[in-house]
């Protein structure tokens, strides 16, 4: 069966400092891999998403995202964090035939100044 | 042009009731998904449909139905509701079914069960 972890519940990080996610799925296939975005009441927002081809992808925002297949992992990291970035983000997997994604626990990222 | 828009924003109702709840889809997708979101947790997918056909369903009990419309339009329903039906549900949209289209998601749906 499909699942995803997010081990990280909350994470502060000082605005202009740079921030790595982590997400590990479990998967038997090849995984379509995604990162959201949901911000207090809002919906959620797609930041990146990878299928095949370059491991290292790159999304809306500034954000980008290693998949790494050995380690099962695709973390989404920030170079420099802006208190913008405060959000609740989603790391998700599902297949390529229909539109179930799976998704983790979320991490709530709080930017302190 | 106008986001996926889910109605009502917010709802109340008691247990045992029944529930309907909207969504509209971008112009011109034709896919359209629910996802239960109970607080502190990720999204939990429930159905999607495409071409008005159901082409997933999670793992729901059967209290939970929907269907989609001629316009792509979609109502999720939920019967004899319980405490735990208490979540936001979201509602996404896509041009197509597969998940090489990208999703689309609405404000949701505060449902609260008294």
């Known amino acids: 069966a499909q699942s995803v972890t997010q081990p990280d519940i909350h994470i502060t990080v000082s605005e202009g400092a740079s921030l790595e996610l982590r997400c590990n799925y479990s998967y038997g296939a090849t995984p379509y891999l995604f990162w959201y975005v949901q911000s207090p009441g809002q919906g959620l927002q797609l930041l990146l998403k990878?299928?095949?081809?370059?491991?290292l992808v790159q999304g809306i925002k500034g954000f980008e995202a290693e998949f790494k297949r050995s380690q099962s992992s695709f973390n989404l990291r920030k170079p420099s964090v802006h208190w913008s970035d405060a959000a609740e983000y989603f790391c998700?997997?599902?297949?390529?035939?229909?539109?179930?994604?799976?998704f983790g626990t979320g991490t709530r990222l709080l930017v302190s100044p | 042009d106008a986001g996926v828009t889910q109605s009502p924003t917010h709802l109340i109702k008691t247990r045992g009731q029944h529930v309907t709840l909207r969504c509209s889809p971008i112009?011109?997708?034709?896919?359209v998904s629910w996802y239960q979101q109970v607080l502190g947790q990720g999204p939990q997918f429930i159905f999607q449909?495409?071409?008005?056909?159901?082409?997933g369903r999670g793992n729901f009990p059967d209290r939970f139905s929907a269907r989609q419309f001629p316009n792509y339009s979609s109502e999720l329903n939920v019967n004899a509701l319980l405490l735990g039906d208490s979540a936001l549900y979201l509602c996404?949209?896509?041009?197509?079914?597969?998940?090489?289209?990208?999703?689309?998601f609405g404000p949701g749906t505060r449902l609260t069960v008294l």
């Open positions: 449909y495409y071409e008005k056909e159901e082409r």
């Open positions: 112009s011109g997708h034709k896919s």
């Open positions: 996404a949209s896509s041009q197509g079914q597969g998940n090489y289209n990208e999703q689309f």
């Open positions: 990878y299928f095949s081809g370059d491991t």
């Open positions: 998700a997997v599902g297949a390529e035939g229909f539109q179930k994604l799976v």
